[in-house]
């Protein structure tokens, strides 16, 4: 079952810009209590009785946070944490137990013991909102500068990487075998295409160029 806060149109819940707050635990009793705590700080929230249900029926693209049960029938908030990693859902992911002792054990974004105290619940979310949100944009922004990396020619990305290195134009054409004149003509185009002006500019953007291409590489040593 799926609750939808009294407060909202659950039309609202399809807009990608609006935060929600995801509540999930098999304790009705429990559930209602946080919605109603983070819908009284403005916040949508949908609460789900189960984690597999969450997994079944949730939108990850929307941007938010979970609030979930350890101990629950059918899949706990720890296996639905390895869950989540396995299938490269970052949400912000809040752990709530009675029992101190999984503390340690437990690498979730944040992890409050029951009873979880109002304040440090409305905080703890407001602060994985915010997390979950800087990381949207950082990833926006990443797949932006991929976007714009995927347009250049091989040559346009060569000459780049020569400009990146701080070499003049007439050593990248030595190394590469052409014209200085070619090689400007090459460097003109691809700072139009990547939206940049100055050997700073591509530089920055070769740093995250390489820093997604070796992120990706773990992701893949990691995945075989």
């Given at each position: 079952?799926?609750?939808?806060?009294?407060?909202?149109?659950?039309?609202?819940?399809?807009?990608?810009?609006?935060?929600?707050?995801?509540?999930?635990?098999?304790?009705?009793?429990?559930?209602?209590?946080?919605?109603?705590?983070?819908?009284?700080?403005?916040?949508?929230?949908?609460?789900?009785?189960?984690?597999?249900?969450?997994?079944?029926?949730?939108?990850?693209?929307?941007?938010?946070?979970?609030?979930?049960?350890?101990?629950?029938?059918?899949?706990?908030?720890?296996?639905?944490?390895?869950?989540?990693?396995?299938?490269?859902?970052?949400?912000?992911?809040?752990?709530?137990?009675?029992?101190?002792?999984?503390?340690?054990?437990?690498k979730a974004y944040d992890f409050l013991l029951k009873p979880?105290?109002?304040?440090?619940?409305?905080?703890?979310?407001?602060?994985?909102?915010?997390?979950?949100?800087?990381?949207?944009?950082?990833?926006?922004?990443?797949?932006?500068?991929?976007?714009?990396?995927?347009?250049?020619?091989?040559?346009?990305?060569?000459?780049?990487?020569?400009?990146?290195?701080?070499?003049?134009?007439?050593?990248?054409?030595?190394?590469?075998?052409?014209?200085?004149?070619?090689?400007?003509?090459?460097?003109?185009?691809?700072?139009?295409?990547?939206?940049?002006?100055?050997?700073?500019?591509?530089?920055?953007?070769?740093?995250?160029?390489?820093?997604?291409?070796?992120?990706?590489?773990?992701?893949?040593?990691?995945?075989?």
């Amino acid at each position: 079952m799926v609750e939808m806060g009294s407060l909202h149109d659950a039309s609202d819940a399809q807009q990608p810009h609006v935060p929600i707050v995801r509540v999930v635990d098999d304790d009705d009793k429990v559930r209602r209590s946080w919605q109603f705590v983070l819908e009284g700080e403005g916040w949508q929230v949908q609460a789900y009785e189960s984690a597999v249900r969450f997994l079944q029926e949730d939108d990850p693209s929307i941007p938010g946070c979970i609030v979930c049960d350890v101990r629950m029938p059918e899949m706990s908030g720890i296996e639905l944490q390895t869950e989540m990693k396995r299938t490269g859902n970052t949400m912000p992911l809040v752990l709530i137990s009675a029992h101190a002792d999984l503390v340690m054990a437990v690498k979730a974004y944040d992890f409050l013991l029951k009873p979880v105290e109002t304040e440090r619940l409305i905080q703890t979310v407001s602060e994985a909102l915010e997390l979950d949100q800087t990381r949207r944009e950082e990833s926006a922004e990443d797949d932006r500068v991929r976007r714009s990396w995927d347009l250049l020619s091989a040559r346009e990305k060569e000459v780049a990487r020569g400009v990146a290195d701080g070499k003049l134009n007439k050593q990248i054409a030595y190394d590469l075998n052409i014209s200085e004149k070619t090689v400007i003509a090459h460097r003109s185009s691809l700072c139009r295409k990547l939206g940049i002006r100055s050997a700073a500019d591509i530089t920055r953007m070769l740093l995250t160029i390489e820093k997604l291409e070796k992120d990706q590489s773990k992701k893949e040593t990691a995945a075989g």
